[in-house]
């Protein structure tokens, strides 16, 4: 059984298909849109889509808006339990979340306790210069000794205990390297898995720039909360 929970900020003109997409996949019973305190119509898109609607007053970050959606499954499906595959979309990726089955089916089988999607090349346009990659790639391999290709990626499927041993999240952007550096060192099995998803890509503007900043400010929190990672955030 596989619930899938996505966290969607402002994102109305992409949510249906991915809802749409995500619903499609065998032994998915379940959708999960949390709403991160949108100003758009994310919340409604989402609903007339099929998937059960979280709306949050406030913009809390993702990780906020994962474990919302955890609690949402745990507390209202008895159901929700270790047989359990949790599956954690970005709200984007339209289309090619059907092939979250791909993500799922390891930790599904027992070889993985989660598994994190590596995806192919998302555009040419857009795209940052790496700080934050290198940052997260060195801090979790300095506290775990694992080489990820893609620590940062949003796509994952997690078994139920595993989840549950990673709460509570690292805040904001730094949920992705939290959560596999606390799991690594807990003992949970995790495996890197490609999937052919796709999403928006950052640009090169302004605001691109912003998100890449607080984006690399979170990973650093996560990284020295967990006593590793560079004592000042200076991208090198």
């Known amino acids: 059984m596989i619930t899938v929970i996505i966290p969607a900020y402002n994102e109305s003109a992409r949510i249906a298909a991915t809802v749409t997409a995500s619903s499609s996949v065998a ?56 047989a359990t595959t949790l599956v954690f979309l970005d709200a984007d990726l ?76 690292a805040p904001g952007w730094g949920v992705e390297v939290g959560m596999t550096i606390d799991l690594l060192n807990r003992g949970f099995r995790l495996l890197e898995v490609e999937v052919p998803f796709h999403h928006r890509v950052s640009g090169k503007d302004w605001r691109a720039q912003i998100h890449r900043g607080k984006q690399f400010l979170g990973v650093w929190r996560a990284l020295r909360a967990r006593g590793v990672g560079p004592r000042f955030p200076v991208p090198r």
């Open 27 to 82: 032994g998915v019973n379940r959708v999960i849109v949390v709403d991160d305190g949108s100003t758009d119509a994310t919340s409604d898109e989402a609903k007339r889509a099929g998937a059960d609607v979280v709306r949050l007053a406030e913009n809390r970050g993702k990780a906020a808006a994962m474990e919302q959606g955890f609690h949402e499954a745990a507390d209202s499906d008895q159901s929700v339990g270790a």
């Open 94 to 169: 339209e289309s090619t979340a059907q092939y979250l089955g791909v993500l799922a089916a390891p930790v599904q089988s027992g070889e993985a306790d989660m598994t994190v999607a590596t995806l192919p090349k998302q555009s040419t346009s857009g795209g940052g210069r790496g700080f934050v990659v290198r940052l997260a790639n060195d801090g979790i391999r300095q506290a775990t000794g694992w080489n990820a290709s893609q620590p940062l990626s949003g796509q994952r499927a997690v078994k139920t205990a595993a989840f549950r041993s990673a709460l509570p999240l």
